[in-house]
């Protein structure tokens, strides 16, 4: 078969001329067919490069980094979406005491239009920005069950760089600030066609999911055989806070009325259990009062002792002869030593004169 040339941008492949034939190769023909089956083996082991055959045109790029006092799962997190996601980049830490209108410059600085920010607080709890940087709007969600791709639970696998489908709840459609997270999400998960980093392949879902008030991201791989999904990861919940109209600022859009701080959680939390506390040792004290109160004596009911039947008297026998004292062995073991020893010093005493 011919070999073919394949142009670097775009473009249907043209064929290159065939070589030609000297009165060396002439004589050699089995030579040279083993030597394209080792080339055709070769090639089928290697892993293929991005392919791109089309012009890049969407130009979106994310920032992918967080401020200082993450925990070790926030960042593996961080670092399954950019390997997912391959059209992000990546930037070192920000001082939790800086401002965040400080990463528009960042953003700035880098090329990204978009920004996917995490913000640690007290070390337990976890803040998702969403931005259009510079203009806006941006989004702020509290992050929970975070699980990441390194997790045994997840069995399923992609290429690394292909693009992702979205899946979408239809509640998105139904109230206005679902509408615009739809389209936010929309801009920043999807793979931009003809990235240079991406494969032009379809192997896994982004599915985004509305359930009490919170949003569930799950990511599936696409089984080829039934069409069957499989998880592979990462797995996290958005409980959404409040949009802005700016980058990180501005005018409130939207604010969540279902939102509760994790302080007011935990004092939730804190107050049950010190209620339930107080309740035990209120009992405790009436069960004390009771003790010490005065008991009431019943009159005796007549009708008591009806079913009640005397017991069998049993004759008194008394003893006339005196008991034979106890034996006590020990002490009779311990005078006999003390004769024994006795004997020996008067024996010892003797032989000495």
């Known amino acids: 078969m011919a070999a073919t040339k394949r142009k670097r941008r775009g473009g249907l492949e043209v064929q290159a001329k065939k070589p030609k034939r000297s009165s060396k190769d002439a004589g050699q023909p089995a030579k040279q067919a083993d030597v394209a089956k080792e080339a055709e083996e070769e090639n089928r082991d290697r892993i293929p490069g991005p392919v791109c055959k089309g ?40 001082d939790r005491k800086d401002k965040l209108f400080v990463i528009n410059e960042v953003c700035e600085m880098k090329n990204c239009n978009k920004c996917i920010y995490f913000e640690a607080k007290k070390k337990q709890d976890l803040y998702m920005w969403l931005s259009n940087s510079p203009h806006g709007p941006s989004a702020k969600f509290l992050v929970q069950n975070i699980h990441t791709l390194a997790e045994l639970k997840m069995t399923g696998n992609c290429l690394k760089g292909s693009r992702p489908l979205l899946s979408f709840d239809p509640a998105f459609d139904d109230l206005p600030h679902y509408a615009l997270l739809k389209e936010f999400l929309i801009q920043i998960f999807s793979t931009p066609r003809y990235h240079p980093k991406s494969q032009p392949f379809v192997d896994h879902v982004f599915t985004f999911t509305i359930l ?53 959680h935990r004092r939730v939390i804190r107050s049950i259990t010190a209620a339930k506390y107080r309740e035990r040792q209120q009992v405790k004290d009436v069960q004390k009062l009771r003790k010490k109160e005065p008991k009431t004596i019943l009159p005796h009911d007549p009708t008591a002792d009806v079913f009640v039947i005397p017991a069998e008297e049993k004759p008194v026998e008394i003893q006339w002869v005196k008991p034979e004292p106890k034996v006590d062995l020990k002490a009779r073991k311990r005078r006999i030593y003390k004769r024994h020893r006795k004997l020996q010093q008067k024996m010892s005493r003797a032989s000495a004169k």
């Open 212 to 264: 009490d008030n919170r949003i569930w991201f799950r990511n599936f791989q696409i089984i080829e055989e039934d069409a069957a999904l499989v998880e592979i990861g990462p797995r996290f919940v958005l409980n959404l806070i409040k949009i802005f109209q700016g980058s990180f600022g501005g005018p409130t859009l939207y604010e969540n009325p279902h939102y509760q701080s994790p302080n007011m």
């Open 55 to 94: 012009k890049w045109k969407n130009k979106e790029r994310i920032l992918i980094f967080s401020s200082r006092g993450i925990n070790f799962r926030t960042r593996h997190l961080m670092q399954d979406l950019r390997m997912l996601m391959p059209h992000s980049k990546a930037d070192t830490k920000m």
